[in-house]
């Protein structure tokens, strides 16, 4: 069954200190993952997505399919990356979604 | 470019009761998601339609449906309120079925009491 975990409802740094924030999935399959971000009433939006192997923000995550993870790192904390932030997983019908529960962000001054 | 737009906002009914939630997708956009998102389970996908057919199903009860209309915008209905069905209804447009860029809106707050 597909499924997708982030073991830290919440997590705490100081700014300037590395963060990652843990995804592991299961999926039968070759998923796309990716990882959404809600800032601080704001909408839901798409920080990056696993095939473009970009850095947004400052941000990478790495696909390892051996540990079925798909960890976001980013080197130096800032107190504007305190949000909430969702893994998701699509499978190969297209649009459908699959969502951890979320890691809650808080960079500390 | 006009965002996604969802109404009512905030909905407060009662057990036993319907209701029925909409969203209208940016302009151009075709496919409209519907996602479930509670404190516990996180967001939950309920359904995708794209050009007025359904064309993804997550694992809800029949009590939850939706349709789409020839201007993409998209309602989705609960029938038979229950308690457990409070939460935050999200939808999400993208320009077409199986798309990653999906559009977020901001959501109706239903509450059952």
């Known amino acids: 069954a597909q499924r997708v975990t982030q073991p830290e409802k919440l997590l705490s740094v100081f700014k300037g200190a590395p963060v990652e924030l843990k995804c592991n999935y299961s999926y039968s399959g070759s998923p796309e993952l990716f990882w959404y971000v809600q800032y601080s009433r704001q909408r839901l939006q798409l920080l990056l997505r696993h095939i473009s192997r970009e850095s947004i923000k400052g941000f990478t995550a790495d696909l390892n399919k051996g540990e079925t993870s798909f960890h976001l790192k980013k080197p130096f904390a800032q107190e504007e990356d305190s949000a909430m932030y969702y893994c998701?997983?699509?499978?190969?019908?297209?649009?459908?979604?699959?969502f951890g529960t979320g890691t809650s962000l808080t960079v500390i001054p | 470019k006009a965002g996604v737009t969802q109404t009512p906002r905030y909905l407060i009914k009662t057990r036993g009761q319907q209701v029925t939630l909409s969203c209208s997708p940016i302009s151009g956009h075709r496919s409209v998601s519907w996602y479930q998102q509670t404190p516990g389970q996180g967001l939950q996908f309920l359904f995708e339609y794209f050009s007025e057919t359904q064309r993804n199903k997550g694992n809800f009860p029949g009590r939850f449906s939706g349709r789409q209309f020839s201007n993409s915008r998209s309602e989705m209905n609960v029938s038979t309120l229950e308690l457990g069905d409070s939460a935050l209804y999200l939808c999400a447009s993208s320009l077409v079925t199986g798309s990653y860029e999906q559009y977020f809106g901001p959501g109706t707050r239903l509450t059952v009491t």
């Open positions: 998701a997983l699509s499978g190969a019908r297209g649009n459908q979604f699959y």
